[in-house]
């Protein structure tokens, strides 16, 4: 789900390059983990933007919902865990070999997202959804909302993330998308609803003992 979530934001992104500035000899945005594109012998996966997870957080104001679900016509209650709402922080680097070049595509990726910050299946191409998605249907996104937030870190944050990530810092911007619920689509119990509750009480008198 993850990498179908970012595979259709790359798509978005790589479609409105080519559209906005031309296509210049094809795809300029990928999926990758930088740390392995900068210790690699492919010097074309350089001249690419990267789009890599460096980071997931639990969204804990999601986290008490009811574990059931109320069906009115079938007057059953469904019983399940609820989601795992996540946000994940999402590093935007620019890897060309030309410093100015990677602060040109950085600077119209920061565009795109400026206007296009909302994902969702009914806001993006069909063919964003399609191109390159998981072979598994299970593994694939049906409904979702991805936003896309900027994210801040500071100085000591950006010290310690190029560190992990080899330690030689390129243009970058790093994005909270928010927020991908990982649900997998099981009932565990099922029971029907009380529909009639009878308050009409009363005591039987007691038989006297002979």
Same mark, same amino acid.
Request: glycine residues 4%; negative net charge; charged residues 15%.
């Given at each position: 789900? $993850? ?8 798509? /978005? ?10 296509? @210049? ?8 983990? *930088?740390? /392995? ?16 997870? #460096?980071? $997931? ?8 919902? %009811? @574990? ?12 399940? @865990?609820? %989601? ?16 100015? @070049? ?7 990726? $920061? ?6 910050? *909302?994902?969702?299946?009914?806001? *993006?191409? %069909?063919?964003? $959804? ?16 991805? *936003? ?9 944050? #950006? ?38 509750? #009878? ?5 039987? %008198? ?5």
């Amino acid at each position: 789900m $993850i990498s179908h979530a970012l595979t259709i934001v790359i798509n /978005e992104l790589d479609a409105h390059l080519a559209a906005a500035y031309g296509a @210049n000899g094809g795809t300029q945005a990928q999926l990758a983990n *930088v740390g /392995e594109i900068l210790t690699g012998q492919d010097s074309k996966l350089r001249e690419m933007l990267n789009l890599s997870l #460096v980071n $997931i957080k639990e969204e804990k104001a999601l986290k008490n919902l %009811p @574990n059931y679900t109320r069906n009115d016509i079938k007057l059953t209650a469904v019983y399940e @865990n609820q %989601p795992i709402y996540l946000n994940f922080q999402i590093l935007l680097s620019a890897t060309h070999s030309s410093y100015g @070049n990677g602060l040109l595509m950085l600077s119209r990726a $920061i565009r795109f997202f400026q206007f296009h910050n *909302v994902f969702t299946q009914d806001t *993006v191409a %069909p063919v964003s $959804i399609s191109n390159k998605a998981p072979v598994n249907a299970l593994d694939r996104l049906v409904e979702f909302k991805l *936003v896309f937030d900027l994210y801040s870190p500071s100085m000591e944050e #950006v010290n310690h993330l190029w560190g992990t990530l080899g330690g030689k810092q390129y243009p970058f911007a790093v994005y909270m998308m928010r927020m991908l619920d990982f649900k997998f689509s099981t009932i565990q119990s099922e029971s029907t609803l009380i529909n009639e509750i #009878v308050s009409d009480f009363y005591q039987q %008198p007691l038989v006297a003992s002979r």
